[in-house]
């Protein structure tokens, strides 16, 4: 059976949405700048490319993520169908992988969609061609809601079929379409390896059952939250560290005097010794 209804939006899903939304505005803003080149050089500047990931002294490695929310603003149906993907599948993902998970799996099969693209780009020889778009996150997905429900039944333009059908389909095309690449040399302005990429993480993420997060969306800590606890786990570290550094010290000075006695010790080792008996008094 399957269901006519709409699903709700997710957390994660409505948050990842509107980043790629935004960046398009952004980019649209901007005449392309962040996905095309400007007149007179430069330009994509969020774009992923193997000379882009070594500018900016190894900044250019963020591109791994950015280029992951950046679409070409002279194509808007290759924004509104990843969000499709991500709005039907990214919602059914997120009940099992949770808010975390969500995001986790988005950021990591966009990153492995962008290693697998450059893989092939350079054994063709375009390791420089620019990549730009979520559809290695959005296969991810795909694969995941595959995995999860495979017996689900979806609708693929006008016909419902399985989940595990479409995504064997989506995953044969890609693997069809990168074999006329290494054939022919073209690609289409398509980028099968990133789509291939995100789809074998997605499978991986599912069958490993990695990222699961128990902890409710209303439950997740702040940012704010998240650093103070985190400052502060430092800070209880590090004193604990140096207490017992000191404690350390403390059994090398005692063995040395019960070994040579008090006049071995230096005026380092008796000031230490004085001070620690002093805080041990004000302690009883």
Same mark, same amino acid.
């Given at each position: 059976m399957y269901s006519r209804a709409f699903p709700s939006l997710s957390p994660?899903?409505?948050?990842?949405?509107?980043?790629?939304?935004?960046?398009? =505005?952004?980019?649209?803003?901007?005449? *392309?700048?962040?996905?095309? @080149?400007?007149? &007179?050089?430069? /330009?994509?500047?969020?774009? !992923?490319?193997?000379?882009?990931?070594?500018?900016?002294?190894?900044?250019?490695?963020?591109?791994?993520?950015?280029?992951?929310?950046?679409?070409?603003?002279?194509?808007?149906?290759?924004?509104?169908?990843?969000?499709?993907?991500?709005?039907?599948?990214?919602?059914?993902?997120?009940?099992?992988?949770?808010?975390?998970?969500?995001?986790?799996?988005?950021?990591?099969?966009?990153?492995?969609?962008?290693?697998?693209? =450059?893989?092939?780009?350079?054994?063709? *020889?375009?390791?420089?061609? @620019?990549?730009? &778009?979520?559809? /290695?996150?959005?296969?991810? !997905?795909?694969?995941?809601?595959?995995?999860?429900?495979?017996?689900?039944?979806?609708i693929f333009f006008v016909f419902p079929i399985k989940l595990w059908v479409l995504a064997t389909g989506a995953v044969l095309v890609g693997l069809y379409s990168t074999f006329i690449e290494f054939v022919t040399g073209f690609s289409g302005g398509v980028s099968h390896g990133a789509h291939l990429g995100g789809a074998a993480i997605g499978y991986l993420v599912c069958r490993q059952d990695w990222f699961r997060d128990y902890v409710p969306y209303e439950n997740q800590p702040g940012l704010l939250t998240r650093l103070k606890t985190g400052w502060q786990q430092k800070r209880a570290a590090a004193a604990a560290q140096k207490a017992e550094e000191r404690e350390q010290v403390l059994d090398e000075i005692l063995a040395k005097v019960k070994e040579h006695g008090l006049g071995s010790l230096t005026p380092q080792e008796r000031k230490f010794l004085e001070k620690k008996s002093e805080e041990t008094r004000r302690g009883s």
């Open positions: 994660a899903i409505k948050q990842l949405m509107l980043v790629n939304v935004g960046v398009f =505005l952004v980019n649209m803003l901007l005449v *392309g700048r962040l996905s095309m @080149p400007a007149e &007179g050089g430069g /330009g994509f500047w969020f774009a !992923f490319s193997w000379s882009a990931m070594w500018e900016g002294y190894g900044l250019g490695l963020l591109r791994l993520v950015t280029y992951q929310f950046t679409h070409s603003f002279t194509d808007i149906f290759h924004l509104l169908f990843n969000m499709l993907v991500l709005y039907f599948f990214g919602t059914m993902s997120e009940a099992r992988l949770g808010y975390r998970g969500t995001w986790k799996l988005y950021l990591l099969g966009g990153a492995a969609g962008a290693v697998l693209h =450059l893989l092939i780009a350079a054994v063709l *020889g375009h390791a420089d061609v @620019p990549l730009v &778009g979520a559809s /290695g996150a959005c296969y991810g !997905f795909l694969l995941y809601a595959a995995c999860v429900a495979p017996q689900q039944q979806v």
